[in-house]
């Protein structure tokens, strides 16, 4: 069907396009099909953004809920955690307005070493004067005086020595017979087969053990059961030798071993209480001796730091230094 120049001119016109008014029909009917190609374009474009614009909102809204920062749930999560925050920061508040309040309350000063001690130490240790060094006789009586236990307590003698143990020179060992003994009963074993018989079993029923040097090498397997007692026999200790029924009576009337520590000091009980004042004297002057005689030659100056006797569980009394002088 033909359509006329003026039918092509009103759509022209209606499209908003411009053309001369003195072209053909044919040009007209060209130039509207031009136009009506390039709206169909435009059209298309338009749909297309606005589905990509659509698509792109429900990716955000998508991601926005993946995160949970704009979802319902995750703004009353957020809600209440800053209502937590506030509430803490309002118990904050009340605590420091309450401690404002209420008066502060005097510090009690830290009780002394002598406070913290039992009633009965107390009443033994002011029977000592402070700072005061005492002579082996006065001191002897004072520790048998400040036994305030209920069993026969043991007298200990304590020297700190200005030696260092690590040097081989200065590593102070040796065995003193005490004059009036140990108070303490000792049980002394003779290593032999029988003996062997109860170490296999773990048995240990003695408190010294003599041994000859010809047996020594079958205790080396027991070294680890009787080595952290204190129980190896020792040549230095006067444990091992041929002569055992020496040693055995030795060690029955009151041969101890004495030894300084990592710190050079030594540790030593010299009786027991029950003992008289002149036995004690006596046990203290012949540790005190021997310990004199042990003085290595590489040690200048004073050899004795400090010495204190003591009960079990009694107050230290401190000693005169130069007993050792």
């Not at 204190?230 to 041929?242: E, I």
């Amino acid at each position: 069907m033909a359509v006329s120049k003026k039918e092509l001119s009103e759509q022209l016109t209606a499209l908003g396009v411009e053309f001369n008014a003195k072209s053909t029909v044919k040009e007209l009917t060209e130039l509207l099909a031009a136009n009506q190609q390039t709206d169909e374009v435009v059209e298309e474009v338009a749909v297309a953004a606005a589905v990509n614009d659509e698509i792109t909102e429900e990716s955000k809204q998508e991601a926005t809920a993946k995160a949970g920062k704009r979802s319902a749930k995750g703004q009353e999560v957020a809600a209440e955690k800053q209502a937590k925050v506030e509430a803490q920061h309002h118990r904050e508040d009340e605590v420091e307005a309450s401690a404002e309040a209420k008066p502060k309350q005097a510090v009690k000063p830290a009780r002394s070493r002598l406070e913290r001690r039992g009633k009965q130490f107390r009443k033994s240790a002011e029977q000592i004067e402070a700072n005061k060094q005492y002579d082996v006789k006065t001191a002897v009586e004072l520790a048998q005086k400040t036994s305030h236990v209920k069993f026969d307590a043991t007298v200990e003698l304590h020297l700190r020595l200005s030696v260092d143990p690590r040097q081989a020179d200065q590593n102070i060992r040796d065995t003193i017979l005490l004059p009036a003994g140990t108070g303490k009963k000792v049980t002394v074993a003779v290593a032999d087969d029988a003996l062997l018989a109860k170490l296999e079993k773990g048995t240990v029923d003695f408190d010294v053990l003599i041994a000859t040097p010809q047996f020594m090498p079958k205790l080396g397997k027991y070294a680890r059961l009787l080595g952290p007692r204190g129980l190896m026999p020792n040549p230095k200790s006067g444990t091992v030798t041929n002569d055992v029924d020496r040693a055995v009576a030795e060690a029955k009337a009151g041969r101890v071993e004495y030894r300084v520590d990592s710190t050079g000091i030594i540790h030593l009980g010299v009786g027991k209480v029950s003992f008289t004042p002149a036995q004690l004297q006596e046990n203290v002057d012949a540790v005190l001796a021997n310990v004199r005689s042990n003085k290595p030659n590489s040690v200048k100056g004073n050899y004795l730091r400090s010495a204190y006797l003591t009960t079990t569980m009694g107050p230290a009394i401190a000693l005169d230094p130069s007993i050792l002088s």
